[in-house]
């Protein structure tokens, strides 16, 4: 019964609601799944692989991304600009486990972070406070506060100005 409440689950977000182009509309439904914050979007063709995520206030989750929170919790702070095609996953099978055991772990990205596109975040990963991941990186480890990193896998390659003070509020009519 689990899988096919799943299945149904799947078809209705990621089918029919990540379709809806009216973001208001999308963010009503969204909002009886999962936990989303004042001022939060979650675009057209957001991909959500189970209901255990926590969105603060003003953060976008740009088109094309997919949140898989089917192992543990993906916790999204405020302010938090996750790019297009973004993938953040919680749970993967240990490559050095004789039965290929899948561990699962929480995801977090905190306050005034950037996620740029086509950037993959691993399980148990945290990304700091104000922190930045360059496109296309493959971050495995916990990224510090303010620190810009880059590459495959993600190392350090900058530290961010502390200074933030902005309040995203990014909402297309019809995306």
């Known amino acids: 019964m689990n899988n096919l409440r799943r299945g149904i ?17 999308r ?25 255990n995520i926590v969105i603060g206030n003003n953060s976008i989750i740009n088109y094309g991304s ?12 405020d302010n938090v600009d996750i790019a297009p095609y973004v993938h953040i996953w919680t749970m993967e099978h240990d490559p050095q486990s004789p039965f290929y055991d899948v561990v ?16 993959t975040i691993m399980p148990g990963v945290t990304i700091g406070e104000g922190a930045i991941v360059a496109a296309g ?3 495995t480890k916990d990224v510090n506060d303010y620190e810009i990193v880059a590459g495959n896998p993600a190392k350090k390659i900058g530290t961010r100005n502390k200074n ?8 297309p009519w019809l995306n």
């Not at 997919?66 to 702070?77: E, Q, T």
């Not at 933030?164 to 909402?171: D, F, I, R, S």
Request: hydrophobic share 45%; aromatic share 14%; with cysteine.
């Open 9 to 25: 689950f799947n078809i209705l977000v990621n089918y029919f609601v990540s379709n809806i182009p009216f973001y208001f509309i």
């Open 27 to 51: 963010k009503k439904i969204y909002s009886l799944f999962i936990d989303i914050g004042d001022n939060s979007n979650i675009l057209m063709g957001v991909r959500l692989l189970a209901k």
């Open 66 to 77: 997919v949140l898989d929170s089917r192992g543990a919790k993906i916790i999204i702070g």
């Open 104 to 119: 699962k772990e929480d995801v977090v990205i905190k306050n005034y972070a950037w996620i740029s596109s086509r950037s």
């Open 137 to 139: 990186s493959l971050v």
């Open 164 to 171: 933030l003070k902005y309040c995203l509020n990014y909402k």
